[in-house]
């Protein structure tokens, strides 16, 4: 049975509801469910993901409050919520990733992965030896179309998996996750991970271990690819001070 969203001991902070619990509890929980249990969603949003969450929020909300799990992936996240009083561990869902292959996944387990190109998966299935991988990388912009969004939900329906990694980039990914936990006929756990795969395949480089401990991932990402990424990093991610500063002052005295 999904956890009640709402459930005590839970916080809340820039109007997104996190589960304040680290990786190993984190990798445990997932590990008790049952390989029947009814599908549902663990969320790892980031400064970029609340970002767009303010933009869009009586669109996006929801896919954050219908996920079984919702944890911190961001140092920055994490500094601001300690500014507020609030303990926010910080779960990146790079290294849940990692640590799912390395620690929980077991041979015989079934797994399903929306999204990541051909040379991505079969690189997967050689570091973690199994041949039970499922596969389906939908075209860009899908998420336009609803037929495009229901192709990956069947998908995901017909190709019963332990565990589904959807690797389609956010909100794409929350959006096919809710999809497919809303029509009730899935099992398994999905993940949204966006390019955890890649780091995990050795297709793309993480930061040095300082600079994730210094909280400046970010800047090794912007260096590698400029082009990309210098609006999300250099124009939209500042957005969050903004953010905090209107949550902060405009929150009740008692607000939990």
Partial sequence: MRENFNSAGNVLFLGVVFKPIHMDEVLQRI??????????YVV??????IVRLHAGKDRLMPLYYDAWMCLCDSKVLQLLARIA?????????????ARLFTDVIKSGDHICVIGGDDKV?????ISVGSDLISH?????????????????????IDHPSRYVFLAVGSPQQEIVARA???????????FCIGASIDFLTGKEVRSPNWMQK????????????????WRRYLLHGPVIFLIFLAWLFSRPPKNS
Avoid at 85 to 95: A, E, K, N, T
Avoid at 214 to 229: A, G, T, V, Y
Wanted: some cysteine; glycine content about 8%.
């Fill in 44 to 49: 790892t949003p980031n400064v970029d993901h």
């Fill in 121 to 125: 998966v079969d690189l997967l299935e």
């Fill in 214 to 229: 210094c909280s400046i991932e970010w800047l090794f990402r912007l260096l590698q690819d400029p082009k990309r990424l």
């Fill in 31 to 40: 590990s008790e469910r049952e390989v029947s249990a009814p599908f549902t």
């Fill in 85 to 97: 009083m609030r303990s926010l561990p910080v779960v990146r869902g790079s290294d849940l990733t």
């Fill in 180 to 190: 497919v936990q809303k029509t009730g006929k899935a099992t398994g756990t999905g």
């Fill in 136 to 156: 389906y990388n939908p075209p860009m912009g899908f998420v336009e179309s609803p037929g495009e969004i229901e192709k990956c939900v069947e998908f995901i």
